[in-house]
């Protein structure tokens, strides 16, 4: 089992930043990747952004040059740094942990999630 807990979360304005981290905690080893994922009630959870353990790093095209994800490895942390935030950015993030394949570095997620945390853009 792995418990992912996130913070940072909250209420922003159209063009204002945040920055989000999660800790990974239980059977680290079951992992070697990390990410964010956002849902909008109504819709499905979409990938935000990934990263391996080699720091191969993908980025939803909406995101794109606005938001930064890292990983901490030795700590089980991830972090998302998120500029330029806009309304449509408005969603619970949530951090999960999955299984990056090492030939193709497709992200395949895990089902490991933490409760996830709110972002607001709203002016």
């Known amino acids: 089992q792995v418990q992912l807990m996130e913070s940072g979360g909250g209420l922003v304005q159209p063009g204002g930043s945040l920055r989000l981290s999660c800790s990974a905690s239980g059977n680290i080893f079951e992992f070697n990747a990390m990410g964010w994922y956002r849902q909008v009630p109504g819709k499905e959870r979409e990938s935000v952004a990934t990263?391996?353990?080699?720091?191969?790093?993908n980025y939803a095209d909406s995101v794109k040059g606005r938001f930064t994800i890292s990983r901490d490895n030795a700590k089980n942390t991830v972090s998302l740094q998120m500029n330029s935030l806009k309304p449509e950015d408005t969603a619970v993030y949530y951090c999960?942990?999955?299984?990056?394949?090492?030939?193709?570095?497709?992200?395949?997620?895990?089902?490991?999630w933490g409760k996830g945390t709110l972002v607001a853009v709203t002016s």
């Open positions: 990263v391996s353990n080699r720091d191969y790093i």
């Open positions: 999960n942990v999955g299984f990056s394949d090492p030939d193709t570095d497709t992200y395949y997620e895990m089902d490991y």
